[in-house]
């Protein structure tokens, strides 16, 4: 299932170099437009690469989405089906082809963001220990996809995730300090799921004090996966059953 899934990703050109390279161009609009303008306490780009690898994720997922509509609605779930393989594994498949691409997009960031600046000052646990948050961020938003999908009716309602997943690390410390924000919007700033696994991840890679933030963006992992892949296997049994 997971080789069958890269397959497909490798045929969608189109698909696959706009995920691959829309947050690289994103990056580079916000450092070179608009980095100058925006003061952070430290150079714009190790402030920003967090939020543009979770904008990533969100490109990834939302493909991901658009993969398991198509699955649903083409029959292939079906034949699946009639083969006794469960929809576990099938499911599975797209979810790991989904950590597949989004760990090629995050080298590609972190290549490009090192060629115009970045400097981190993690060691090897920071890395490891960031590495492990955005995984667990990355594994929750594709089972989150994954649902999406099967819920869909049509392909661009699945993919109309991209604009929430796109959206989402915007009202967050991605772009700008939550210091900066009028005070209506720091409290969602601050309390929804994005921020802590920004802030950990920023915290880690530039050798800053994290506080508990690695706690609160694991929790909010392990809730969104817990749901994500229940709500999964339920819905997948219901559109095959």
Request: hydrophobic letters at 55%; aromatic letters at 10%; a neutral charge.
């Amino acid at each position: 299932m997971i080789g069958r899934c890269l397959r497909l990703s490798a045929r969608n050109v189109e698909a696959l170099i706009m995920s691959l390279m829309l947050p690289i161009m994103l990056m580079l609009l916000f450092v070179y437009l608009f980095g100058g303008a925006i003061d952070t306490g430290t150079s714009y780009v190790s402030y920003v690469v967090p939020g543009v690898i979770l904008l990533c994720a969100g490109f990834g997922s939302a493909t991901t989405a658009v993969a398991v509509h198509q699955d649903m609605t083409g029959g292939i779930a079906d034949r699946f089906r009639s083969m006794d393989i469960s929809g576990a594994s099938v499911l599975g498949g797209q979810v790991a082809a989904s950590v597949a691409r989004n760990l090629v997009s995050t080298v590609l960031v972190f290549g490009v963001a090192f060629l115009i600046g970045f400097r981190p000052h993690a060691g090897l646990v920071d890395w490891l220990a960031a590495g492990g948050i955005l995984l667990a961020f990355i594994l929750a938003m594709s089972w989150l996809a994954a649902v999406v999908g099967l819920l869909a009716r049509s392909v661009e309602a699945a993919n109309g995730f991209t604009f929430f997943m796109t959206f989402l690390p915007y009202p967050s410390s991605a772009f700008v300090p939550i210091d900066s924000m009028p005070a209506w919007s720091r409290g969602i700033a601050e309390h929804q799921p994005v921020n802590p696994v920004i802030e950990s991840l920023r915290g880690l890679l530039l050798d800053t004090p994290v506080g508990n933030s690695p706690w609160i963006a694991l929790t909010w992992c392990a809730g969104l996966l817990a749901v994500s892949v229940t709500l999964a296997v339920v819905l997948f049994r219901r559109r095959t059953g």
